[in-house]
């Protein structure tokens, strides 16, 4: 996917609500009262779209429809990886 960023610099518009990330077709409708869950291909092809991409969080989880606090939980072990720290919380794959 390429991203074309406007003078904000952010993505806004830019995720097409029928994408598919990891499997996970974003174009259901859910319910506000279930919770939803992410396999950790999902989380990994997400933090790797947003670093790799340079997009906004907050852009992204709006276009997604995806809880900011969440995305952000799984960008920060990816973040310190990359930093060459070990990792924190829990890993999306067994190579972490």
Do not use: Y
Not at 11 to 29: M, N, Q, R, V
Not at 44 to 60: A, K, T
């Amino acid at each position: 996917m390429t991203a074309v960023h406007g003078a904000s610099g952010g993505c806004a518009g830019l995720i097409s609500p029928e994408t598919s990330i990891g499997g996970i077709h974003l174009d259901k409708e859910h319910d506000q009262e279930t919770r939803r869950t992410f396999n950790a291909d999902f989380k990994l092809q997400l933090v790797q779209m947003i670093r790799e991409q340079g997009l906004n969080v907050g852009d992204v989880c709006r276009d997604m429809k995806l809880g900011e606090t969440a995305v952000r939980r799984w960008l920060a072990p990816a973040d310190e990886e990359a930093a060459g720290r070990p990792g924190i919380g829990k890993p999306f794959t067994a190579k972490q």
